[in-house]
């Protein structure tokens, strides 16, 4: 699975996943533009959309509608990242028993799993360094030879 991000005006960048487009951008107020969600936005719908798939399945497996279920995903600014962040599900009309059903549900999701038992992520360069090319000319003969020096 890989998506690629480039860059636009200011702070706006766009990823891209198979023919899927997603703008990000801060808001007025933090130097941006407002034409999309900030990162951390787009974190809490990723692991917001990955738990209600799953309470979703669950619920229609069973059988049950989907009236009114709504998931809200919180989580407040931690020094330079998140704080904790919540997942709070509202499904009116679901009995106790099954409320605790859909939340074991969402505990399978993948990115809520990803969360809880974190993996390594790794930082790396696609391409080398810049290097700039010197000739200089050889005083006995003419020829030049070349320096390479990284930029």
Avoid: W
Avoid at 36 to 64: H, I, K, N
């Amino acid at each position: 699975m890989q998506v690629r991000i480039r860059p636009g005006a200011k702070n706006h960048t766009e990823a891209f996943a198979r023919f899927h487009r997603v703008a990000c951008d801060k808001p007025f107020d933090d130097s941006g533009n407002d034409t999309g969600m900030t990162p951390e936005e787009l974190m809490l719908c990723a692991l917001g959309s990955s738990a209600m798939q799953r309470a979703v399945a669950y619920l229609r497996s069973r059988g049950m509608p989907l009236d009114g279920i709504e998931l809200r995903v919180s989580a407040e600014p931690s020094g330079s990242g998140l704080g904790e962040i919540a997942i709070d599900v509202d499904a009116p009309g679901l009995t106790a028993r099954k409320r605790e059903a859909v939340l074991r549900s969402i505990d399978g999701s993948s990115l809520y799993q990803t969360l809880i038992h974190p993996h390594p992520v790794r930082l790396g360069m696609l391409t080398g360094v810049a290097e700039k090319v010197e000739v200089e000319e050889d005083s006995q003969d003419g020829s030049g030879v070349a320096h390479i020096t990284s930029n």
